[in-house]
């Protein structure tokens, strides 16, 4: 299926570690992707061959550019009849990146996932790049690294996937990230096993949060308990005078008054997603879509399962729910059954967005 989230997994070649971190191609993504490479060392930018390099992958290119991270390009697919790798090759050369068998700088493998053709080739070209770049880290410093992914999971609360760019993570330590703080109550690789630590370059999932932080967002460890809670008490304050400054957001209140204006129909969203990286994408994307009879108005964004206090929300104010692979509280959906409320589920993007342009143009 098509990639959703930002996936973090490691693997062994010639007794040295890789991390992947996968992010999604959809255009939709823009946010992880750019988190993505900022918080990468070497970009593997996959291109279908029968495909070409899409507007999604100018982004790509464009993110990693941005973010001054090198790029290796993964030609895949090249087992399909009448592949032509040249024809990718000539697209990215428009774009700056020129092959090295073309005179240029850019390391170009053809691969076959299925088949799992030139895999090996593209993992030794990885670390022989990541040589060339003299890529080292301390693990004797304090640790520091940034979140990957961040959710809510039953029986642990929030978690956060974290990649470790310095130092050492262990069990017990406190930590802070973004407003929140926490001691780290167990960690996980990406088999889902729990590991006593993780040092520079590898993902864990870490429990014993206070919150659910935002995706790309420093997470660091300090001293001790006190001064996490103290800093996140800081961070916390901060967001809440930033809050008062700013004009104020649609609230239950105010709402009724933008219904006064009368001038543009308004399509109010209450959005869940399972994950925070989804969150943000999907927000991002319904904001854009371009209309100028009908206002998209994302009143609540957050994540985790859809609840009765999102339906009452959304009864208030005249919303729908959308659900991006969040699930529906059983005393959610027989109250917006009683109030009338649509909930619609999604599991792929496309959808969704295609529904909520459908449902723009449908309201004219």
Known sequence: GITQHIGAYTVRVHNKRVTFLDTPGHEAFTAMRAIGAKI?????????????VMPQTVEAIDHATAANVPI???INKIDKAGANPDRVKRALAE??????????QTICCEVSATKKTGVDHLLEMILLQAELLELKADPTVPMRGNVVEAQMEQGRGPTATVLVKEGTLKRGMSFIVGPHWGKVKALMDGQGKTVAEAVPSQAVK????????????????????????????????????????????????NLFDTLAEGQKKNLRVVLKTDVQGSAEAI?????????????????????????????LLASASNAVIIGFGSKVDASAAEMAKREGVQIKLYRIIYELIDQVKEAMAGLL
């Open 95 to 104: 774009r700056n990146l020129v092959p090295e068998a073309w005179g240029g």
């Open 283 to 311: 927000a991002d994307s319904l904001i854009k879509i371009p209309s100028d009879k009908v206002r998209l108005e994302l009143i609540h964004t957050a994540v985790g399962p859809i609840t009765e206090s999102d339906v």
């Open 206 to 253: 870490v429990a014993g949060l206070t919150g659910i932080p935002q995706a790309g967002v420093e997470f660091r460890v300090v001293e001790d308990e006190t001064s996490a809670r103290e800093h996140s008490d800081g961070e916390l304050a901060k967001i809440r005078t930033g809050k008062l400054e700013t004009p104020a957001k649609v609230t239950l209140e």
């Open 72 to 74: 290796i390009v993964a």
């Open 40 to 52: 990468t060392d070497i970009v593997v930018l996959v291109v279908a061959v029968d495909d070409g």
